[in-house]
């Protein structure tokens, strides 16, 4: 590799133009590129006269992975601008915008396709992702040092039947110390109805009031959470260390660690110092939770779980020691839904093949390259630009399908998680049989 080339930066591929930029980050072990950062720079003939619009339109003629299936999309823009003759200069914060490009895109049937905007948790934790794509205008969109951070609590939340419901606490954030719980019903927040971004925004430091129903047609209860300036990345290597833990079943000893994401390489220095030297050390057997946020992953992340290579550790010469390679040799069970996509999908693919057991429900389906682009009012346009294939098959629309179906409602869970109770007893059998992979 050569500078001014394109480099391999934890699962994406950075055009990186400063020689000391690309020798830092080929640092990374990570060799799989699920999602590749070139940025796009330059506009084209506007067919609506909606900046917005049509920059991303002119986007997707132009790095779409499959040109040859642009003819729905085509047909779509050409339906919109008929249909709207008001897109012509609408605000690019208007849902009249918002929907035009959202139904442009979803014309595509392509995973790892939307647009983000600033009102939304999920643009700030995948401008985080794609920084690479669009490190000249970090600076610029975060001042002064261009680093990703927004107001939050530690969670994601889901409309489900006109209702939100929390969906995902992370691990050691300010939720989970609040005790509050994934199926919580959100009905306010200081007393306004709940905005992923808006509740919390200007609260840094302060406690917002949370006004939740924990039951079905149970009495709202107030839950006092502390606001944070979270960094996404950071946040979810922290969620991994803090998901770490140890159940006993059966008089053994059974080990636990939920990857969120795996877009750094701080999360192989997590698992290596966990299972090689730390808290997972003497398990019996590993369970390996999968639901995650944004997917992620080496091309050989598997190989730590099932793979034969030997381990290596490193001492200092002040006796400090640091792992280079761990292979973990005992049980595993994993834990998959609808949230494991992306380069975590194909770990549980790798997973499956040999031998190890999933509980849960099928994945995403969702394994396509894809990389980040700015657009006019630096909303972030995530587009699908490369096709993947594992062992010759397409997991795009093809999820890996557990071994053992466990469905869950999250609503008005209250503490309850059926799909890590199953494989708690799923490893407690392979541990009476001897637990082999």
Known sequence: M?????????????????????????????AAALIVLVPIFGAEAAPSGNRVFDRAV???????????????????????????????????????????????????????????????????????????????????????????TYEGIGIAARDIGGKVFVVDVYDGGPAARATIKVGDEILAVDGAPFSEIGSFRGKAGRIAELRVRRTA?????????????????????????????????????????????????????????????????????????????????????????????????????NGEERFA????????????????????????????KNGVPLVGTETAGDVLAATGFLLPDDSLLVLAVNDVFVDGERLEGNPVQPDVRVPFDIRYADGRDPQFDVAVAVMAERLKGGGVN
């Open 2 to 30: 050569t500078c001014g080339g394109p480099a391999i930066v934890g699962r994406w591929a950075a055009e990186v133009e400063d020689c000391e930029e690309m020798q830092r980050l080929t640092g990374a072990r990570w």
């Open 58 to 148: 002119d986007i997707v003629r132009e790095r779409f992975y499959a040109p040859g299936d642009l003819g729905s999309f085509n047909n779509a823009v050409e339906a919109i601008v008929a249909s709207l003759p008001e897109l012509r200069g609408a605000p690019a914060d208007t849902p009249l915008t918002r929907e035009a490009v959202d139904s442009a895109l979803a014309s595509l049937g392509a995973s790892h396709t939307a647009r983000y905007t600033r009102d939304q948790r999920d643009y700030y934790e995948l401008i985080d992702v794609f920084r690479f794509a669009i490190r000249r205008d970090m600076r610029r969109l975060f001042p002064p040092e261009g680093r990703v």
């Open 217 to 317: 047609g149970g009495a709202p209860i107030s839950v006092k959470v502390q606001v944070e300036r979270v960094q996404p990345g950071d946040a979810f290597v922290k969620a991994i260390e803090d998901s770490v833990r140890v159940v006993r079943r059966d008089g053994r000893k059974i080990g636990v660690i939920r990857l969120w994401s795996y877009t750094r390489d701080e999360v192989t220095h997590v698992l290596y110092r966990e299972l090689g030297g730390g808290r997972l050390k003497d398990v019996d057997g590993l369970i390996l939770d999968l639901r995650s946020r944004w997917g992620g992953a080496p091309a050989d992340a598997a190989e730590t779980f099932v793979g034969g290579t030997a381990d290596m550790r490193l001492v200092e010469r």
């Open 325 to 352: 390679n761990v292979r973990w040799r005992k049980p595993v069970v994993a834990i998959i839904d609808e949230g494991t996509r992306s380069g975590m999908e194909i770990l549980a693919y790798a997973l499956k």
